[in-house]
């Protein structure tokens, strides 16, 4: 009688559904030695950040660290997706799109870099607006947005 029971509250239990977020994005603008700060210090980092920002001949692209998790059974490959928007050309804004297969982190976040640079950097200009995206196959997981997304 007791197995019966426990099997039948085994069934009845609703199974955890598959999930995952987006927990932090850091746009960091990069020199051009691919450098996006001095001396490991947040301070330091900042100041550099605003240098950059205020000298755009001193910039060589922009990259995108990005803390992600998933739990849950994995049945399709993971992806991040990265899509930004720029100052408009002609009528329209300019947009690109970044992807990249990742592997599953376990219980604690993971992070991965995503970069726009050089010559797709040059002929991007500034990056006005950005949305990254956790997905599992075609299933959205999570995301995070800039403000003028």
């Known amino acids: ?3 019966f029971f426990l099997g039948f509250l085994l069934i009845a239990l609703p199974a955890s559904a598959a999930t995952g977020q ?4 850091l746009p960091h603008l990069l020199d051009t030695n691919g450098v996006h700060t001095l001396k490991p210090s947040l301070y330091e980092r900042d100041a550099y950040q605003a240098f950059l920002r205020q000298h ?3 910039r060589s692209g922009i990259r995108f660290d990005i803390e992600w998790k998933k739990s849950g059974p994995l049945f399709d ?3 991040l997706r990265l899509e930004l928007r720029g100052i408009a050309a002609g009528d329209l804004p300019r947009e690109a799109t970044i992807e990249e297969p990742v592997k599953r982190s376990g219980l604690l976040g993971r992070w991965t870099s995503l970069a726009l640079t050089g010559e797709d950097y040059n002929r991007f200009g500034e990056v006005t607006a950005w949305r990254v995206t956790l997905w599992e196959g075609d299933q959205l997981l999570g995301e995070q947005k800039s403000f003028l997304w």
């Open 77 to 79: 490959p993971l992806k």
């Open 56 to 58: 755009p001949d001193k």
């Open 1 to 3: 009688m007791k197995i």
């Open 22 to 25: 987006v927990m932090k994005v």
